[in-house]
T-cell receptor, first 116, second 114 residues
Framework: AQTVTQSQPEMSVQEAETVTLSCTYDTSESDYYLFWYKQPPSRQMILVIRQEAYKQQNATENRFSVNFQKAAKSFSLKISDSQLGDAAMYFCAYRRGGGATNKLIFGTGTLLAVQP | NAGVTQTPKFRILKIGQSMTLQCTQDMNHNYMYWYRQDPGMGLKLIYYSVGAGITDKGEVPNGYNVSRSTTEDFPLRLELAAPSQTSVYFC?????????????FGDGTRLSIL
C-alpha cells in the first residue's frame, strides 16, 4: 500500500525568508502524481503545486517550488519570500496514475507559522 | 463560480441520530469523493464515485453510506451517529480520466457527536 509521510509536525519561518517542508512516500508504482495542498484556518483545501512522476524537471508555481527526488521517494516543498498569508497547514498527497480512480493519499500535514 | 458546495457547515448530533451531509458540484465532474479529517491528521477517503449510479468504498467506509443519483450530487449518510465519527468532512470532485487533474474541495462540514 502507498503511504505518505510528513515528518515535521510544525515549522516556523520569518517573513521574507525561505522554508522547506519535507515529504517522503512509499510506492511500487512507476506512474503517479504528487501534490501539495494548503489548508488555511478557513479549512479550505487549496492546491499549491503538482508534480508528475515521469517529469524530471521540478515543478514551480511563483514562490513555490518542489525538489522531487524520485529514487529517494522524496517530494519537498520550498516556499520563497514567505508571506504572512502562507501560514497554514500543508499536506503532501500522492495519487496513482495509469487511469486509476484518482484516490488521493495524504500525509499528516505540517503546520507552518510565519513570523512578522 | 460555485465549485463544490457542502451543507451544513456545522452540526451537532446526539449518539444514535442520523443525518445526511450534502455535496453538490457544478463543474460536470464525474469523480466525487468524501473524506474525513480527524484532528492533527490528514484526510482519509470514506467513499468515492466515478459517475452517476457508481460508488465504491474508500479507506474508512464503516458507519457511512453514499448514493450518486446525479452527476452533481453526492450525499453522505450517517445512520447511527457514534462519537468516533466526530470529524471534519470534506467533499471533493475531479475530472476523471487524467490523474494529473487536482481534486476540488468543498469548505468542509464540522460534525460533532455528543
Amino acid at each position: 500500500a502507498q503511504t505518505v509521510t510528513q515528518s515535521q509536525p510544525e515549522m516556523s519561518v520569518q517573513e521574507a525568508e525561505t522554508v522547506t517542508l519535507s515529504c517522503t512516500y512509499d510506492t511500487s508504482e512507476s506512474d503517479y502524481y504528487l501534490f501539495w495542498y494548503k489548508q488555511p484556518p478557513s479549512r479550505q483545501m487549496i492546491l499549491v503545486i503538482r508534480q508528475e512522476a515521469y517529469k524530471q524537471q521540478n515543478a514551480t508555481e511563483n514562490r513555490f517550488s518542489v525538489n522531487f527526488q524520485k529514487a529517494a521517494k522524496s517530494f519537498s516543498l520550498k516556499i520563497s519570500d514567505s508571506q504572512l498569508g502562507d501560514a497554514a497547514m500543508y499536506f503532501c498527497a500522492y495519487r496513482r496514475g495509469g487511469g486509476a480512480t484518482n484516490k488521493l493519499i495524504f500525509g499528516t500535514g505540517t503546520l507552518l507559522a510565519v513570523q512578522p | 463560480n460555485a465549485g463544490v458546495t457542502q451543507t451544513p457547515k456545522f452540526r451537532i448530533l446526539k449518539i444514535g441520530q442520523s443525518m445526511t451531509l450534502q455535496c453538490t458540484q457544478d463543474m460536470n465532474h464525474n469523480y466525487m469523493y468524501w473524506y474525513r479529517q480527524d484532528p492533527g491528521m490528514g484526510l482519509k477517503l470514506i467513499y468515492y464515485s466515478v459517475g452517476a449510479g457508481i460508488t465504491d468504498k474508500g479507506e474508512v467506509p464503516n458507519g457511512y453510506n453514499v448514493s450518486r443519483s446525479t452527476t452533481e450530487d453526492f450525499p453522505l449518510r450517517l445512520e447511527l451517529a457514534a462519537p468516533s465519527q466526530t470529524s471534519v468532512y470534506f467533499c471533493a470532485s475531479s475530472y476523471d480520466r487524467d490523474s494529473n487533474q487536482p481534486q476540488h474541495f468543498g469548505d468542509g462540514t464540522r460534525l460533532s457527536i455528543l
